[in-house]
């Protein structure tokens, strides 16, 4: 929402919004010249020509009432981003249950780096983009949503999938009714292009396939992992290109580097040009981010709130830890802990020590079977957690030199560990 408030405003819009807390976003909106209002009342709406609400906000909102009442046109995020992505001549939507945010953002480096003229729509903060990067016109590169079906409002030049994996079964009646979603989303563009080793996308026609196996159109030889940092050379229809040198954490980040290089590949740009922008790609905060240190222990946040996503994080702080491997994980939202308990279970096992920090609610209502009490208790290597001191003083006693504490989750933990690190 934020980064879509930066486009309207640079568009010359008077922008003004609202939000249940104030954050170092909603700050730097303000400082740009947007009204911002902290907590939701009728009241905010003013004089507003139009209202624009995300798939999370309740029909009951104050805001959304009044809008309603006084017949101002609404408009979900999801219809907003199609018309800015309208105003660009190509637009590149990156879908996928996970990788969204770091593939849009690499992306967007790589187009930038091979053309001159690319603005990016990003779910996170790039160190170097932040939210929106307003680069030129001739390329637009996005996120593409598959939450309560929001990418379907985008009707992309080139769809990207980069996974189908089950997830937000809140909102759809299960796994196959979401694979029917990735596929009407691809269907709507000019080009796919797609993972082909994931089932769903790999199934779906596409102008171009990428992965780690030897059938994909674009992938990757002579992989090469210098402390958790990933390098390989770019292979193309079978010819080996130009090396590729990561400067973010994680194996699964080479397929998201085979996302960006496919896009540019499909717009007929020399891989060395991609190579170029993938190098100076330098990451996104919470994916894998270094916070500071304690009792000489490195602190990181990820982002990861879906096992597989955790999987992903797990491998890649095993290898960066010399010592013992600590794991904050903070679940997020009671739906996706129950609708995924046992895989959640299966990830989370294997953790000598781990801490089950409270759940984010986000949008939801309190559910006991989905809670993050009802996860620790049952995973016997648990330990459950439900304020910042509590876990401020178990990581105080407990961490030492060479240890690394991986906090995990899309919620709060985030700020809580920074706090943490604050208060040391």
Known sequence: MSGLAYFLMRMGFCVAGSDAQATLLTARLEKEGA?????????????????????????????????????????????????????????????????????????????????????A??????????????????????????????????????????????????????????????????????????????KIAGETESALTFGLTNECDVGAENIRSNGGKYSFSLRINGKIMDKIKLNVYGKHNIYNALAAASVAEYYGYD????????????????????????????????????????????????????????VIFQPHTYSRTRLLFDDFLKVLQPLENLVIYRTYAAREYFDAAGSALTLSESLPNSLYVESLRQLQLY?????????VALFLGAGDIYFIAKRILEDK
Do not use: W
């Open 35 to 119: 009204k911002i209002y902290i907590g939701h009342d009728a009241a905010n709406v003013g004089d507003a020509q139009a209202v624009v609400v995300n798939s999370a906000i309740p029909e009951s909102n104050p805001e959304l009432c009044e809008a309603r009442r006084r017949e101002i046109p609404v408009y979900g995020r999801a219809e907003l981003l199609a018309l800015v992505a309208s105003c660009f001549e190509n637009t590149v939507g990156i879908a996928g249950c996970h990788g969204k945010t770091t593939a849009t953002a690499m992306c967007a480096h790589v187009l930038e780096e091979c053309s001159g003229s690319c603005s």
């Open 121 to 198: 729509h990003i779910g996170g903060e790039d160190f170097d983009y932040c939210n929106l990067y307003s680069g030129g016109e001739k390329y637009f590169v996005t996120e593409a949503c598959e939450y309560m079906g929001n990418f379907l409002h985008l009707r992309p030049d080139v769809a990207v999938i980069l996974n189908t994996d089950a997830d937000h079964l809140d909102c759809y009646k299960d796994a196959e009714q979401l694979a029917a979603a990735y596929r009407t989303y691809a269907r709507g563009a000019k080009a796919a292009i797609v993972c082909g080793e994931d």
């Open 271 to 326: 891989p060395s040009l991609t190579a170029r922008g993938l190098q100076k790609f330098r990451g996104i905060r919470r994916r894998f981010e270094f916070l500071g240190e304690m009792n000489g222990a490195q602190m990181i946040a990820d982002y990861a709130h879906h096992p597989r996503e955790i999987a992903a994080a797990l491998a890649t702080a095993k290898e960066v830890c010399a010592g013992k491997l600590y």
């Open 395 to 403: 990581l105080q006693c407990s961490l030492k030199a060479g240890d």
